[in-house]
C-alpha cells in the first residue's frame, strides 16, 4: 500500500501533564516518517510553552492570545505538509496501529473524506464500553483491540473532533473550520456536513481504539460549557437549518428491534420523520443490504439524508403508500405530533409486506412528572419535562395499544424505558399515585417512553399466507383447505383476514376463492361463502366459476331465481352450467304448479 505522511494538529491551553501523555504515545505508537507534529498554543501559563520549546520534533505556533480551537487549528492545517490532516485533542492517549488502521480506512475509497476511531469518552455513539480502570490495563485493552483484523467501518453523518484524519484534499475543497464557533463547540458538527456535501463518505473505524480523558479545557467549567453549547448549537441551526443533536441522533434502540434473522437479507426499511437519516445509516450498518427509504418535512435535514436513501421532502399525513413495500417502518417519537396518527398508522399497515413490522418510540403521557405537573400548576412544556411543544397528542399505554388494534395489526409487541434519575420525592409522589389508583402500576408511572414492534399479521396469519401460497402452487387442496376450515372453526382466521390475504396474491386468486368457497360449503360453514365469492366478483364479475359456483350454492339452498339469475350471467355455457340451468328451471316449475 502506498504510504502517507500525515499531519498531526494539536491544540493546548495548559494541561502539561495531559499534552505530554498524548505526544509521547504518538511517538512510541507512530512511525516517525508518518507524521509532522504541529502543536498551536493558546497561551498556556503552566509551563506548557516552556516544555515545547524544547522539543525538537514539534512545530510550534505560540500565539498570544486564546483564539480558540477553530481558529487554532486552521492556524495549524496553513502548516501542514502532510497528504492528510489528524485534528486530535491533546487529552487523548493513542495506541499501537492506531494511524496505519486509520489511513487503511481513509484511503479505501475515493469517496471516503474523514473518519475517526472509536474511544471510552465521547458525547456520541464513537464512544464504546470499557472495562479498564487503570492506563496500564488502558494500554493492555487499547493495543489488543487495534489489531482486530476485520475491517469494521461504520459511515456517519459527523465525527467528533477528538481525533478526526481527513484527507488534504478534502480539506483544500472543503476549506478551513468555520471561526463562527469559536471558542469551540460543533465546529465538528459543522464540518462533517460540509465534508458530506461536497461528496464525500464519513466512516467510523470500529476496529481502531484511542484513549480520551474527556472535557480538559471545559470540564472545570461545567455552566460555561453549557452556555456555550447552547449558544452555538443556535449558530448552527441557523446555517443549516437543523438541530446538530435532534436532527442527527441515531435510534439505537429502534434499530435494535429489526429481528430479521438474516442480516444479509435485502430488507426494505422506511423511517418516517428520518431526520438527516443517522438512524438508516445504523440500520445499514446492522443489515448493509438494506434498502432505505426515508420521509422528512424538513428540508435542510432531508438533504442530508438523500445523500444515503431514497428520501421524500414532505409531510408524512399527506403521502400516499404503494402496498406491501416495506419490511420495517419506523415511527420514532412522531405520533404525537400528527393531526391524524389513526389514519396514518392504518395507511403505514398496507404499506407493509405481509411480514412487516413497524417500529415505534412513543413518550408515555402517564410518566409521573407531566401527572404532578398538571395537578401542581406547573409548565407542562418545559426543558425539565418530556412534554415538547411540537406535541398534538397524547399517548398512555392503552392509548397506544388501542391505536394498533384499531388499525387492525395481527401481533403487538412493547417494552417500557424507565426514567432512571427519580428523586426520592419524585418517588413518593408515584407511591401516592398507585395507592390511590386502579389503574396505575408504579412502573408505568416510571416509564418515559415505550418502544414497540408491531407485526402487520399474526402468526397465525402468516400461517394462512403459507397455505394460501401453497394453495397458489398447486398443492394438494383437500389437505391445505381442511387446515384453513379447522382454523375458521377455532376462530384462529376469520373470512375477512382470508379475503384480504387472498385478494393480495398476484395470481390465481378467483380460483383460490372457489375452491376454499366450496370446500367451506361443504363443510357447513355458510356464512363464510358468500363473502369469497363476492370477493371473486370484485375482481371479475364474469369469472366462469365464479358465477357457476354461486349459482349451485343458492340452488342447493333453495334459492332458485337467484341461482338462474347468476347462471345467466355466465356468457358461454357449457354441459355443466347447462345441466344446472335444467335443474333450477325444473325446481322453479315444480315449485309453480305446486303453489
Given at each position: 500500500?502506498?504510504?502517507?505522511?500525515?499531519?498531526?494538529?494539536?491544540?493546548?491551553?495548559?494541561?502539561?501533564?495531559?499534552?505530554?501523555?498524548?505526544?509521547?504515545?504518538?511517538?512510541?505508537?507512530?512511525?516517525?516518517?508518518?507524521?509532522?507534529?504541529?502543536?498551536?498554543?493558546?497561551?498556556?501559563?503552566?509551563?506548557?510553552?516552556e516544555w515545547l520549546a524544547e522539543q525538537k520534533d514539534i512545530l510550534t505556533i505560540f500565539n498570544e492570545e486564546n483564539v480558540g480551537f477553530p481558529k487554532g487549528c486552521n492556524q495549524g492545517i496553513e502548516l501542514a505538509t502532510g497528504d492528510s490532516i489528524l485534528?486530535?485533542?491533546?487529552?487523548?492517549?493513542?495506541?499501537?496501529?492506531?494511524?496505519?488502521?486509520?489511513?487503511?480506512?481513509?484511503?479505501?475509497?475515493?469517496?471516503?473524506?474523514?473518519?475517526?476511531?472509536?474511544?471510552?469518552?465521547?458525547?456520541?455513539?464513537?464512544?464504546?464500553?470499557?472495562?479498564?480502570?487503570?492506563?496500564?490495563?488502558?494500554?493492555?485493552?487499547?493495543?489488543?483491540?487495534?489489531?482486530?483484523?476485520?475491517?469494521?467501518?461504520?459511515?456517519?453523518?459527523?465525527?467528533?473532533?477528538?481525533?478526526?484524519?481527513?484527507?488534504?484534499?478534502?480539506?483544500?475543497?472543503?476549506?478551513?473550520?468555520?471561526?463562527?464557533?469559536?471558542?469551540?463547540?460543533?465546529?465538528?458538527?459543522?464540518?462533517?456536513?460540509?465534508?458530506?456535501?461536497?461528496?464525500?463518505?464519513?466512516?467510523?473505524?470500529?476496529?481502531v481504539f484511542v484513549h480520551h480523558f474527556g472535557s480538559t479545557s471545559f470540564g472545570d467549567m461545567p455552566e460555561q460549557r453549557q452556555q456555550l453549547w447552547n449558544l452555538n448549537r443556535e449558530k448552527f441551526e441557523r446555517k443549516w437549518g437543523f438541530h446538530t443533536?435532534?436532527?442527527?441522533?441515531?435510534?439505537?434502540?429502534?434499530?435494535?428491534?429489526?429481528?430479521?434473522?438474516?442480516?444479509?437479507?435485502?430488507?426494505?426499511?422506511?423511517?418516517?420523520g428520518c431526520a438527516c437519516g443517522a438512524t438508516l445509516l445504523r440500520a445499514k450498518y446492522k443489515y448493509p443490504n438494506a434498502s432505505l427509504y426515508g420521509i422528512e418535512k424538513n428540508k435542510e435535514a432531508a438533504s442530508i439524508a438523500k445523500a444515503i436513501a431514497?428520501?421524500?421532502?414532505?409531510?408524512?399525513?399527506?403521502?400516499?403508500?404503494?402496498?406491501?413495500?416495506?419490511?420495517?417502518?419506523?415511527?420514532?417519537?412522531?405520533?404525537?405530533?400528527?393531526?391524524?396518527?389513526?389514519?396514518?398508522?392504518?395507511?403505514?399497515?398496507?404499506?407493509?409486506?405481509?411480514?412487516?413490522?413497524?417500529?415505534?418510540?412513543?413518550?408515555?403521557?402517564?410518566?409521573?412528572?407531566?401527572?404532578?405537573?398538571?395537578?401542581?400548576?406547573?409548565?407542562?412544556?418545559?426543558?425539565?419535562?418530556?412534554?415538547?411543544?411540537?406535541?398534538?397528542?397524547?399517548?398512555?399505554?392503552?392509548?397506544?395499544?388501542?391505536?394498533?388494534?384499531?388499525?387492525?395489526?395481527?401481533?403487538?409487541?412493547?417494552?417500557?424505558?424507565?426514567?432512571?434519575?427519580?428523586?426520592?420525592?419524585?418517588?413518593?409522589?408515584?407511591?401516592?399515585?398507585?395507592?390511590?389508583?386502579?389503574?396505575?402500576?408504579?412502573?408505568?408511572?416510571?416509564?418515559?417512553?415505550?418502544?414497540?414492534?408491531?407485526?402487520?399479521?399474526?402468526?397465525?396469519?402468516?400461517?394462512?399466507?403459507?397455505?394460501?401460497?401453497?394453495?397458489?402452487?398447486?398443492?394438494?387442496?383437500?389437505?391445505?383447505?381442511?387446515?384453513?376450515?379447522?382454523?375458521?372453526?377455532?376462530?384462529?382466521?376469520?373470512?375477512?383476514?382470508?379475503?384480504?390475504?387472498?385478494?393480495?396474491?398476484?395470481?390465481?386468486?378467483?380460483?383460490?376463492?372457489?375452491?376454499?368457497?366450496?370446500?367451506?360449503?361443504?363443510?357447513?360453514?355458510?356464512?363464510?361463502?358468500?363473502?369469497?365469492?363476492?370477493?371473486?366478483?370484485?375482481?371479475?364479475?364474469?369469472?366462469?366459476?365464479?358465477?357457476?359456483?354461486?349459482?349451485?350454492?343458492?340452488?342447493?339452498?333453495?334459492?332458485?331465481?337467484?341461482?338462474?339469475?347468476?347462471?345467466?350471467?355466465?356468457?358461454?355455457?357449457?354441459?355443466?352450467?347447462?345441466?344446472?340451468?335444467?335443474?333450477?328451471?325444473?325446481?322453479?316449475?315444480?315449485?309453480?304448479?305446486?303453489?
Amino acid at each position: 500500500m502506498q504510504s502517507y505522511k500525515t499531519t498531526i494538529i494539536i491544540l493546548t491551553y495548559n494541561k502539561l501533564e495531559y499534552t505530554k501523555a498524548c505526544i509521547d504515545s504518538i511517538r512510541q505508537y507512530t512511525p516517525k516518517k508518518n507524521y509532522q507534529l504541529v502543536v498551536v498554543d493558546n497561551l498556556s501559563t503552566d509551563g506548557t510553552r516552556e516544555w515545547l520549546a524544547e522539543q525538537k520534533d514539534i512545530l510550534t505556533i505560540f500565539n498570544e492570545e486564546n483564539v480558540g480551537f477553530p481558529k487554532g487549528c486552521n492556524q495549524g492545517i496553513e502548516l501542514a505538509t502532510g497528504d492528510s490532516i489528524l485534528l486530535l485533542n491533546n487529552d487523548v492517549i493513542v495506541t499501537e496501529n492506531w494511524l496505519t488502521l486509520m489511513i487503511n480506512c481513509l484511503y479505501s475509497s475515493e469517496d471516503v473524506g474523514a473518519v475517526g476511531p472509536v474511544t471510552n469518552s465521547a458525547y456520541g455513539d464513537q464512544e464504546i464500553l470499557t472495562s479498564y480502570s487503570t492506563l496500564d490495563e488502558m494500554w493492555e485493552f487499547g493495543n489488543s483491540y487495534n489489531y482486530t483484523a476485520k475491517q469494521d467501518w461504520e459511515q456517519k453523518l459527523k465525527l467528533i473532533g477528538f481525533c478526526m484524519l481527513m484527507k488534504r484534499e478534502v480539506v483544500d475543497q472543503v476549506g478551513l473550520l468555520d471561526e463562527a464557533f469559536s471558542p469551540g463547540m460543533c465546529e465538528d458538527s459543522d464540518y462533517s456536513f460540509r465534508i458530506m456535501k461536497a461528496g464525500y463518505k464519513l466512516l467510523v473505524c470500529r476496529n481502531v481504539f484511542v484513549h480520551h480523558f474527556g472535557s480538559t479545557s471545559f470540564g472545570d467549567m461545567p455552566e460555561q460549557r453549557q452556555q456555550l453549547w447552547n449558544l452555538n448549537r443556535e449558530k448552527f441551526e441557523r446555517k443549516w437549518g437543523f438541530h446538530t443533536a435532534y436532527h442527527t441522533q441515531s435510534r439505537e434502540d429502534l434499530v435494535q428491534l429489526i429481528d430479521d434473522p438474516n442480516y444479509l437479507n435485502n430488507i426494505k426499511i422506511l423511517d418516517v420523520g428520518c431526520a438527516c437519516g443517522a438512524t438508516l445509516l445504523r440500520a445499514k450498518y446492522k443489515y448493509p443490504n438494506a434498502s432505505l427509504y426515508g420521509i422528512e418535512k424538513n428540508k435542510e435535514a432531508a438533504s442530508i439524508a438523500k445523500a444515503i436513501a431514497n428520501v421524500t421532502v414532505a409531510n408524512v399525513e399527506n403521502e400516499m403508500f404503494e402496498p406491501d413495500s416495506f419490511d420495517y417502518i419506523i415511527l420514532g417519537d412522531i405520533l404525537q405530533e400528527l393531526d391524524n396518527p389513526w389514519k396514518l398508522v392504518s395507511s403505514l399497515r398496507n404499506a407493509l409486506k405481509p411480514t412487516g413490522k413497524i417500529l415505534v418510540s412513543i413518550p408515555n403521557a402517564a410518566h409521573y412528572s407531566i401527572i404532578y405537573s398538571l395537578l401542581n400548576g406547573k409548565l407542562l412544556y418545559s426543558e425539565n419535562n418530556l412534554l415538547d411543544k411540537a406535541y398534538k397528542r397524547f399517548f398512555t399505554l392503552v392509548e397506544t395499544k388501542e391505536l394498533f388494534i384499531k388499525a387492525r395489526f395481527g401481533q403487538i409487541e412493547y417494552m417500557a424505558v424507565n426514567d432512571i434519575n427519580i428523586s426520592d420525592a419524585g418517588h413518593a409522589f408515584i407511591n401516592e399515585l398507585t395507592n390511590i389508583s386502579n389503574n396505575h402500576s408504579s412502573e408505568d408511572l416510571k416509564t418515559m417512553r415505550y418502544l414497540f414492534r408491531v407485526s402487520k399479521y399474526d402468526l397465525f396469519r402468516q400461517r394462512l399466507n403459507d397455505l394460501l401460497n401453497r394453495l397458489s402452487q398447486g398443492d394438494d387442496h383437500s389437505e391445505i383447505t381442511m387446515q384453513i376450515v379447522v382454523d375458521l372453526k377455532n376462530k384462529i382466521v376469520d373470512t375477512e383476514s382470508i379475503v384480504e390475504s387472498v385478494t393480495r396474491m398476484d395470481t390465481n386468486r378467483q380460483h383460490i376463492l372457489n375452491v376454499l368457497a366450496r370446500c367451506f360449503f361443504e363443510n357447513e360453514l355458510y356464512d363464510d361463502v358468500i363473502p369469497l365469492l363476492n370477493a371473486s366478483l370484485t375482481i371479475n364479475p364474469k369469472h366462469h366459476d365464479t358465477l357457476y359456483n354461486y349459482s349451485l350454492i343458492l340452488h342447493m339452498i333453495g334459492a332458485d331465481k337467484q341461482a338462474l339469475d347468476y347462471l345467466m350471467l355466465i356468457d358461454e355455457k357449457d354441459s355443466e352450467v347447462s345441466r344446472l340451468q335444467q335443474s333450477i328451471i325444473k325446481n322453479l316449475g315444480d315449485k309453480t304448479s305446486n303453489s
